[in-house]
């Protein structure tokens, strides 16, 4: 199976900054990877798939990059809304794994 | 718009089964790939099983091979999770998910509010 580390797993933030996230994966997986947010008691919402593409409706300040094993989300100006629980998914090949999450919180 | 409900979460015992449905509306379900995917109480995101549009295909998490079947009922417009054998650790929020595509192996774009399934005795 393939496993995804995503880092930090916990990630103080304060609002206009510019946060990254990235994501490994124990085997390279070209670009089949997507980015979800969550917030609490709610379903996950579909950022970015296929590592870079922009889901529709998602504000553009929400980037995604990166191919083989290594991946990065990035908000280039955190907003309110924007804390929140983060996971990446691999595609690439079943079992779909995700990664464990990362919580970003208001510093 | 796109509608997922989900339903039939509650508590049973170990060993016991249970039946999970999702009901669509608001897309054409039939030329759909779904998922299921849940999530334990305070954990991270776990998948679950993917089906085809048609329900030719099917792919599970290897926790709940043998034990959980996922299928659909297109002219209800219906996805299902059977799950027998349920044990402590599958209690779990349930959701269902669309992909935008019949098959193949894609990320969720719809997903559901969620039902939860605890298992206790």
């Known amino acids: 199976d393939i496993q995804l580390t995503q880092s930090p797993s916990f990630l103080s933030a304060s609002v206009g900054d510019r946060v990254t996230i990235t994501c490994r994966a124990s085997?390279?997986?070209?670009?089949?990877l997507a980015w979800y947010q969550q917030k609490p008691g709610k379903a996950p919402n579909l950022l970015i798939y296929?590592?870079?593409t922009l889901q529709t409706g998602v504000p553009s300040r929400f980037s995604g990059s990166g191919s083989g094993t290594e991946f990065t989300l990035t908000i280039s100006t955190l907003q309110p809304e924007d804390f929140a629980t983060y996971y990446c998914?691999?595609?690439?090949?079943?079992?779909?794994?995700f990664g464990q999450g990362t919580r970003l919180e208001i510093k | 718009q796109v509608q997922l409900v989900e339903s039939g979460g509650g508590v049973v015992q170990p060993g016991r089964s249970l039946r999970l449905s999702c009901a669509a509306s608001?897309?054409?379900?039939?030329?759909?790939?779904m998922h299921w995917v849940r999530q334990a109480p305070g954990k991270g995101l776990e998948w679950v099983a993917f089906?085809?549009?048609?329900?030719?295909?099917?792919y599970y998490a290897d926790s709940v091979k043998g034990r959980f079947t996922i299928a659909r009922d297109n002219s209800k417009n219906t996805l299902y999770l059977q799950m027998n054998s349920l044990r402590v650790n599958d209690t779990a929020v349930y959701y269902c998910?669309?992909?935008?595509?019949?098959?193949?192996?894609?990320?969720?774009?719809?997903w559901g509010q969620g039902t939860l399934v605890t298992v206790s005795s």
């Open positions: 998910a669309r992909v935008p595509a019949a098959g193949g192996i894609v990320e969720g774009d719809y």
């Open positions: 608001g897309f054409t379900f039939s030329t759909y790939g």
């Open positions: 089906i085809w549009h048609d329900g030719r295909n099917k």
């Open positions: 085997q390279g997986i070209s670009s089949y």
């Open positions: 296929a590592a870079s």
């Open positions: 998914q691999q595609l690439n090949s079943y079992p779909i794994t």
